[in-house]
């Protein structure tokens, strides 16, 4: 692709990549609320339309791959065969109307999350690290920007993200709906700042890159949220096995050396914003604990086929664990009455729930396989390091969620998944040249 075609795909990506904090937009709360990052939705759905008009116009033949046919085949064809069956059964005193349309808008979704992560692919497949790096620094100038303005209690920005947000928390958030939000989008793009700061063309792009991510491990310290804590354990112990397997000598000694530091200021960090929250905070986490503990129980009562997607509301109160019903929100679940979806606060629970422990198992490691993919290489190129530090975090907001159409999780895999394809690619040829930790 010529440099000058790449300028509206480069500025839409830009777009596309500042709204993926924006989850709280009031005209989608009703039709997407489970999709995540609702305007990025639009614009996805937007970006589909355009890419089979310009196949349908250019003449050529679509095609796909065994594996993309395979997936296609068993998730379009065969959940419905088998699952919906399994929920209709499993509820026979539950109006079939209203479960069939709790079924089917889950499905939904589902198609939609291995969709959006295909059209990121196809959106990727020309942009270099370089390139990718440069346009999410850029872009996470606006979630930056509205996060730090709602700290400084700006009424210009408060109106703004007023118009984005469902609802307001004592802690900033900037245009996420909760603080929560917030940090799990810093923990999916830390990684792809530093990929700036390290393969930026010229000394000022690597020096906005590093600014970048200074900027976003100081906003996602002062939300003061739990989740990024656990995610960048995670992501450390990855660093930390990636540099035992690559490094030797001084060089493994001094970046271990920083990743123990880096993992004491987390964990300080953490202890600290955990003195910080109010009881409606920690409460939450009963609320967390507990409902993945009921869809823990949900899976192990019926391990075979699981109960359906979306079925999980008919079946929580008789598997609350008694400690978590001290939640009203745990309580408005398991009596029925909540207007959300009863949620199981961890995704790869509710595969094990919804389908049954095998298939769940079996689905967990396709969400996971890029990943899995990029641990077993033994390549030093550390583009694909940190688009794996992003998936690890991109994925590690679905230990405390459950939504199949979050895009910031999705896109880190789409990455990921774009780097090992480029450099299966071209073995002899690397896209990025190679840097020092």
Same mark, same amino acid.
């Given at each position: ?207 906005? #890159? ?55 200021? /987390? ?26 503990? /009921? ?10 086929? #699981? ?72 390549? /030093? ?12 975090? #991109?994925? #590690? ?24 394809? /480029? ?15």
């Amino acid at each position: 692709m010529s440099e000058r075609s790449q300028i509206p795909l480069s500025a839409f990506l830009c777009l596309v990549f500042s709204t993926l904090i924006i989850d709280g937009y009031p005209p989608g709360v009703a039709a997407l609320r489970e999709f995540g990052a609702r305007p990025t939705n639009y614009l996805l759905v937007l970006a589909l339309l355009f890419l089979i008009a310009r196949q349908l116009l250019s003449g050529v033949r679509v095609s796909f791959t065994r594996r993309e046919l395979f997936v296609v085949i068993v998730v379009g064809l065969g959940i419905p065969t088998f699952n919906l069956p399994i929920a209709i059964l499993l509820q026979p005193d539950t109006p079939t109307d209203g479960l069939i349309l709790d079924w089917c808008k889950q499905f939904a979704m589902l198609l939609w999350g291995l969709t959006s992560y295909q059209i990121w692919r196809l959106l990727l497949r020309s942009i270099s690290a370089q390139q990718l790096g440069g346009l999410m620094c850029f872009a996470a100038l606006v979630p930056l920007g509205g996060f730090f303005g709602d700290l400084s209690g700006s009424t210009d920005i408060q109106s703004v993200l007023g118009t984005f947000r469902i609802k307001e928390f004592s802690r900033p958030s900037g245009f996420a709906t909760e603080p929560s939000l917030f940090a799990s989008w810093c923990a999916f793009m830390w990684p792809l700042a530093l990929l700036c700061a390290s393969y930026g063309r010229g000394v000022a792009a690597r020096t906005f #890159g590093m600014i970048v991510f200074i900027a976003i491990c100081v906003s996602a310290y002062l939300c003061h949220a739990r989740t990024i804590a656990v995610i960048i354990i995670l992501q450390i112990i990855y660093y930390g096995i990636w540099v035992l397997r690559r490094t030797n000598g001084v060089r493994r000694l001094r970046a271990l050396l920083v990743l123990l530091i880096f993992a004491i200021a /987390t964990l300080a960090a953490f202890a600290a914003s955990l003195s910080t929250l109010g009881d409606s905070e920690m409460g939450s986490n009963i609320v967390r604990i507990g409902s993945t503990v /009921t869809g823990v129980r949900v899976s192990l009562g019926h391990p075979f086929f #699981g109960v359906g997607i979306g079925q999980l509301k008919y079946f929580f109160g008789e598997y609350a664990p008694d400690f978590a019903l001290a939640s009203g929100e745990i309580l408005s679940y398991s009596t029925g009455i909540s207007d959300y979806r009863a949620s199981s606060f961890n995704l790869f629970v509710r595969f094990c729930c919804e389908f049954g422990l095998v298939v769940g198992f079996a689905f967990s490691i396709f969400v996971l396989r890029p990943i899995i993919s990029a641990a077993r290489l033994r390549s /030093t190129d550390t583009a694909i390091l940190y688009a794996t530090l992003s998936g690890i975090g #991109g994925v #590690g907001f679905w230990l405390s969620q459950d939504q199949y159409g979050y895009q910031p999780g999705i896109l880190s895999l789409a990455i990921l998944g774009h780097f090992l394809a /480029t450099r299966s690619g071209s073995r002899s040829r690397p896209a990025v040249r190679q840097s020092n930790l």
